[in-house]
């Protein structure tokens, strides 16, 4: 094979994401992070949050959502393999620890942030 073929074969190649996890890491798959990103994105529109963090862990993936970048996340999207057969591999947390939904589809964990939020009414 000559080098100019192997750097072809090379620039093809599929890399692993996230860059310098172990393979033994859980991902969010592409599926569930579009429907995160899209619940978040929606959270920003709307002016109720304004960062967010990424973790890929050994035993579980979480998305913290963020008021503000130097403060506690408000909510955890948590992924856990382990629970899948049980209680469902997604939840959504609280700041506070408190799991608000929890479920085996990403989708209907998310359904938590579509409420609407309580005014004052004067």
Aim: no cysteine; net charge positive.
């Amino acid at each position: 094979m000559s080098e100019d073929h192997a750097a072809e074969d090379s620039a093809d190649a599929v890399i692993a994401w996230p860059r310098g996890q172990s393979s033994g890491a859980v991902v969010f798959s592409r599926r569930e992070l579009y429907a995160i990103l899209t619940a978040y994105g929606a959270g920003v529109n709307a002016g109720h949050w304004r960062d967010y963090a990424i973790d890929f862990l050994k035993d579980q993936a979480v998305f913290s959502i963020f008021r503000r970048t130097s403060e506690m996340p408000v909510y955890r999207v948590v992924k856990s393999p382990k629970l899948a057969r049980r209680q469902g591999a997604f939840s959504v947390v609280s700041a506070t620890g408190q799991i608000l939904k929890r479920g085996h589809e990403i989708r209907n964990v998310l359904s938590v942030f579509n409420r609407k939020r309580l005014k004052v009414v004067k």
